[in-house]
């Protein structure tokens, strides 16, 4: 079998031997370089060495053998194709999995596998051959033409595709757009519409407030805190954790008193048991009994000083409490009574009567019988069920209506 191919450099000769004296022991060729015969036992000598260096084309024939498989290399140059011309000689016997075979393969993987390789060589047809190996070539030129022309329509395709749905994804997110734009406004406008609602809402409840009389306004706070007051004087001033603080001294308390007067009775009972008094017994448990006694009376005086104090405390509280709620009357009725003074004799009240109406006020260290007597407590009453007063020349107008008639019988008890 002979075939076509690319012709090998000194350099690639000199490789070939090399490497197939290595993995081929046994291997015979030869080469001509420069009309110099050299065999392969001489690879690692100094021609060698001279030729793979040179890496020119020297070489215009070599042979290699190995076993009864032969391949002959031969360059040439008479068809004006450049080409090199390779014959290989292999023994119907060989294995396939022998050395022999490895060798063949080798050495076509190092001269090429060109589009003649199997065909028959012809020397006289070599032209033919190479017309042969250009129409091959136009052919895979033409299946590559056609193969790009379908790969630039198939992309021209595709991007035409791709360029589509990006419009369209365009198109969608638009309209996604314009859909959240308006309802976004729309969610807008009516948190404005509500936004102004509460504000309308909030200047109309502000103009009702202070369309409101300030004399009625503090009317009903003075009410307010005497309720609360009044609440305060109805409970107890001792709070449950105040309570809790207290019961375990009044257990102490009760403690040592049973425990003093179980100590006297004991004596007592001991001292009655003996049939006479005057002996050293008699006299220790006399004594004894009286200590016991003596201590259980102490103990009681102090437990009843210990809690009257806690009383003397509450009813303290509920004096102050009481003065309180009079005093809160008596501030409210001055105010009006100074804003109307202000207002209908346009001049501010005299220091002195200011003060008169003023005095002890909110005076809670007050001793009780310097408080206020029942006549002013009755007047005080009066003033704050007024629904109207009048301060002139003549002295003072009152307004008592119904509801302030129902307030003032409500006070009294």
């Known amino acids: 079998m002979a075939f076509w191919a690319q012709p090998l450099n000194d350099r690639e000769v000199v490789d070939l031997f090399e490497e197939a004296q290595g993995k081929f022991p046994g291997v015979n060729g030869s080469l001509r370089a420069a009309a110099t015969q050299l065999s392969i036992d001489n690879v690692e000598g100094q021609e060698f060495k001279l030729l793979k260096k040179n890496a020119g084309y020297s070489v215009t024939q070599f042979n290699l053998t190995y076993g009864k498989t032969t391949f002959s290399y031969r360059r040439t140059n008479d068809k004006g194709t450049g080409l090199a011309e390779v014959e290989i000689h292999i023994n119907d016997g060989v294995k396939a999995a022998g050395l022999e075979f490895q060798f063949s393969l080798f050495a076509l993987k190092k001269l090429g596998n060109p589009p003649s390789s199997g065909s028959a060589l012809n020397a006289g047809n070599l032209a033919a051959d190479v017309i042969k190996i250009e129409s ?7 299946q590559f033409s056609e193969l790009q022309r379908s790969f630039l329509e198939k992309n021209e395709s595709l991007r035409e595709a791709h360029a589509n749905e990006i419009e369209r994804l365009k198109a969608d997110l638009e309209l996604e757009r314009k859909e959240n734009v308006e309802r976004f406004r729309s969610e807008r406008s009516n948190l404005d519409a509500e936004i102004e609602s509460k504000r309308q809402e909030i200047e109309k409840a502000k103009k009702d407030l202070d369309d409101r009389s300030n004399t009625f306004v503090r009317r009903a706070i003075r009410s307010e805190i005497k309720e609360s007051i009044t609440g305060s004087l109805a409970s107890s001033l001792f709070s449950a954790n105040t309570a809790s603080q207290r019961r375990p001294v009044r257990w102490a308390y009760w403690l040592f008193i049973v425990a003093a007067a179980a100590f ?150």
Request: proline content about 3%.
């Open 264 to 413: 006297t009775i004991f004596s007592s009972y001991q001292i009655a048991l003996l049939p006479s008094l005057e002996a050293a017994t008699g006299i220790i448990l006399i004594i004894k009994a009286s200590v016991g006694g003596f201590t259980t009376i102490g103990l009681a005086l102090l437990y009843l000083k210990w809690e009257t104090t806690w009383i003397n405390q509450q009813a303290e509280f509920e004096r102050i409490l009481s003065a309180t709620r009079t005093d809160i009357d008596r501030a409210s009725w001055v105010v009006e009574s100074l804003l109307e003074w202000n207002r209908e004799a346009q001049t501010p009240m005299p220091a002195e009567l200011l003060a008169a109406l003023t005095r002890r006020l909110f005076d809670w260290d007050a001793k009780l019988e310097e408080s206020q007597s029942p006549a002013d407590s009755l007047a005080s009453a009066i003033l704050g069920s007024a629904s109207n007063l009048k301060i002139g020349p003549n002295g003072a107008e009152l307004d008592i209506s119904n509801r302030g008639l129902k307030r003032l019988q409500a006070d009294q008890q």
């Open 136 to 142: 091959a070539l136009a052919g895979a030129v033409d």
